[in-house]
């Protein structure tokens, strides 16, 4: 509730004095001694409540250089009934995304999607504003568009217009050229910012990574010219394969956008491993370790131009799997939560309901379907329990898990990635344990870099 108030429209002394003393009744020194740890804190804050520790993190209040305004009401945060604090697992979900379509404009040999059935969205338009509508009903707070390829989808514009109407900002991503009328459009509706997924600026990369021709990739570079005449802030992230990595390209990449105003963000990422094309295509598409740290050792020295550079490399090692048992076991309880049917869930073309975007139509991780029942039926429905808190004895003796004595633990609280057993294992292995676990075999594929 004490947050808020800063909503970035007043100064520090005007929320004080003015809202946050009169609302907690408190004295002014008593005020800023509540507000003080919080302003432009170096590290995380943990708070405690009734036993239970909340983590606040740094830099929490800043002074609101750009003028932006947040619209957060202090009485929406005025709860009054008893909170569950035990539940693993959320009473109502928080964030969705909607996956409108598989069609895509590209062929990338790094793809992660599951190309074996190309699906436009078959809900009706109707439908859609019916499950945006709960969702705000629910107070949901985000819900997100991907693909396949939004723009490939005949009523974009107006499902980003319902979204917007809603209060959603959908996080935008592409890789399909937009023309000039397009962009007007997003102007239109709002859209300030926007992904553009481009690998490199040269043409024979884009070729060999994404399978397109010369019309494609000049495409590309007149939309991203449009977006950044019209004023729209571009992130740019590219995907670097083995088959393209040259140094001297990528300095090339960055030194082509530094003459982009409203670029103002370039990410290279290394590609992951993708269930959908075979142990030996990754091998043949991944970087090496060398590569990556070479990489990152140039780019550093390129962070000081008017956008930001980020090098996402967080790939997984060797170690993370051949480790000692006391290491793998120390690294295996840091493991982050997965969130998939916990707090939130994904809707597929289909109108199938799945646990995140790389599940797509895997009938084992499968939670319902929202073409005739609501979000909450979906939700409380025994196939979307039965999955999260999933039974011991439903596990084949030749997994550990069947006999772990963390099983309640590990499975129904913190919760594996299912897409990794899948990657490490085979979909016919999906009750393996985690492949990070001490107690896991070892692996059927080879899914980390080296």
């Not at 977006?227 to 082509?256: C, E, H, M, P, R």
């Not at 990152?296 to 390129?302: F, G, H, Y």
Request: glycine fraction near 4%.
């Amino acid at each position: 509730m004490l947050f808020c108030f800063f909503r970035g429209d007043k100064t520090l002394g005007e929320v004080l004095t003015q809202e946050i003393c009169p609302f907690f009744d408190l004295s002014e020194e008593s005020g800023w001694t509540l507000v003080a740890q919080f302003i432009e804190n170096k590290g995380m804050i943990v708070v405690e409540y009734d036993n239970h520790y909340f983590y606040m993190p740094e830099l929490l209040l800043i002074e609101n250089k750009n003028y932006q305004l947040r619209d957060y009401k202090v009485e929406e945060f005025n709860i009054m009934q008893n909170l569950d604090f035990e539940s693993p697992r959320y009473n109502i979900p928080i964030d969705t995304t909607l996956m409108i379509n598989t069609l895509c404009a590209c062929n990338c040999i790094y793809c992660y999607a599951d190309r074996r059935m190309k699906m436009q969205n078959i809900m009706p338009f109707e439908r859609i504003k019916e499950l945006i509508k709960e969702t705000k009903e629910l107070k949901f707070r985000t819900v997100d568009v991907t693909g396949g390829e939004l723009f490939l989808y005949d009523q974009w514009k107006e499902l980003l217009s319902e979204l917007y109407l809603n209060d959603y900002n959908p996080y935008l991503s592409t890789k399909v050229p937009l023309n000039n009328e397009d962009i007007d459009a997003l102007k239109d509706l709002g859209v300030r910012n926007i992904q553009i997924s481009f690998d490199s600026i040269f043409y024979e990369d884009l070729k060999i990574n994404l399978e397109v021709g010369e019309v494609y990739y000049h495409n590309m570079l007149n939309t991203i010219k449009m977006l950044d005449q019209k004023g729209i802030t571009t992130k740019i992230k590219s995907v670097l394969t083995s088959s393209i990595f040259d140094i001297d390209k990528i300095n090339a990449f960055v030194d082509y956008f530094q003459r982009h105003k409203n670029v103002t963000k370039l990410e290279f990422t290394a590609p992951g491993y993708s269930l959908y094309k075979t142990p030996e295509e990754f091998i043949n598409f991944r970087l090496s370790l060398e590569q990556i740290n070479i990489l990152t050792a140039q780019l550093q020295k390129r962070a000081a131009t008017h956008f930001a550079i980020h090098v996402d490399a967080q790939v997984l090692q060797r170690e993370l799997y051949y480790d000692s048992f006391d290491n793998k076991k120390q690294n295996f309880e840091k493991r982050a939560k997965c969130t998939g049917n916990e707090r939130s869930f994904l809707i597929l073309p289909n109108a199938d309901v799945t646990i995140c975007e790389e599940a797509y139509f895997n009938k084992n991780l499968k939670l319902g379907n929202l073409l005739h029942h609501s979000i909450m039926e979906m939700w409380n429905s025994a196939q979307a329990k039965e999955l999260f808190y999933i039974a011991q004895n439903k596990f084949p003796k030749e997994s550990a898990c069947s006999r772990c004595n963390e099983f309640t633990a590990c499975r129904h609280n913190t919760g594996i990635c299912w897409i990794d057993v899948i990657a490490a294992y085979g979909e016919e292995n999906w009750l393996y344990p985690y492949p990070e676990c001490p107690y896991a075999p070892p692996l059927i594929n080879k899914i980390y870099y080296e």
